[in-house]
């Protein structure tokens, strides 16, 4: 994950560098990640609420901290609707048990 000079008013640059997971919206090539939450939905003024009344500003470490969330929930359900590559979105929608084995192959044999 990269800061760009302009964070929070742009979002972090996220891309894998080490081995790539067998996913549908992680570019196979270069290893970005596809997903609006990083382009188009980005909002630095993100707001939460807390005890049903009080709203506060999200300070930037608590953002990367979404970030991080955000990217560990994605990992575990893509997003068919947005992608790079068409391998695993195919396979998934044709055999989903040869899709969820095939992730755990790679997961496992990539992170050794």
Same mark, same amino acid.
């Given at each position: 994950?990269?800061?760009?000079?302009?964070?929070p008013n742009s979002a972090p640059q996220i891309q894998f560098t080490g081995p790539l997971p067998f996913?549908?919206?992680?570019?196979?090539a270069g290893g970005r990640?596809?997903?609006s939450f990083f382009s188009t939905k980005w909002n630095k003024n993100m707001n939460i609420t807390i005890d049903g009344s009080k709203e506060i500003e999200i300070v930037f470490w608590l953002?990367? &901290?979404i970030v991080i969330t955000t990217i560990a929930a994605f990992l575990e359900s893509p997003n068919f609707q947005e992608g790079f590559d068409e391998e695993p979105k195919k396979l998934y929608f044709v055999n989903q048990s040869a899709?969820? &084995?095939k992730v755990k192959e790679l997961s496992t044999k990539r992170a050794t």
């Open positions: 994950m990269k800061l760009r000079p302009d964070y996913h549908p919206n992680v570019d196979q990640i596809c997903f953002i990367l &901290k899709y969820y &084995k």
